[in-house]
């Protein structure tokens, strides 16, 4: 059975190194634009819940404002601590100048 995309944003709502916190499904995700590429990880930072979005955003890394933890946004992978967890990530498409993400199964 095939997960299902959902229009979650506009190309024109997120400009190029901008993150954007989106509500799927009762998730909070964290949409971001790396030079035209976007990218969706879970924005809830896995070490006491910072909201990523809220934080900076330097090349590929998404930084918590709380404590500094950064995460990539391709792998979800954390890149420096405190966090030790990986959020999760999230499929990502765009069609015509519709953001598509996948929810999780």
Known sequence: MSADFVKVAE??????STMKAIDLAGERVCIVNVEGN????????THVGGPLNEGTLEGYDVECPWHGSK???RTGEPTKPPARQAVPTYEVKVEDNN???RKQQ
């Not at 190309?11 to 190029?16: E, L, N």
């Not at 976007?38 to 930072?45: L, R």
């Open 99 to 101: 953001i598509l993400v």
């Open 38 to 45: 976007y990218y969706a990880i879970g924005n809830v930072c």
């Open 11 to 16: 190309t024109k709502d997120i400009q190029s």
């Open 71 to 73: 995460f990539d946004v």
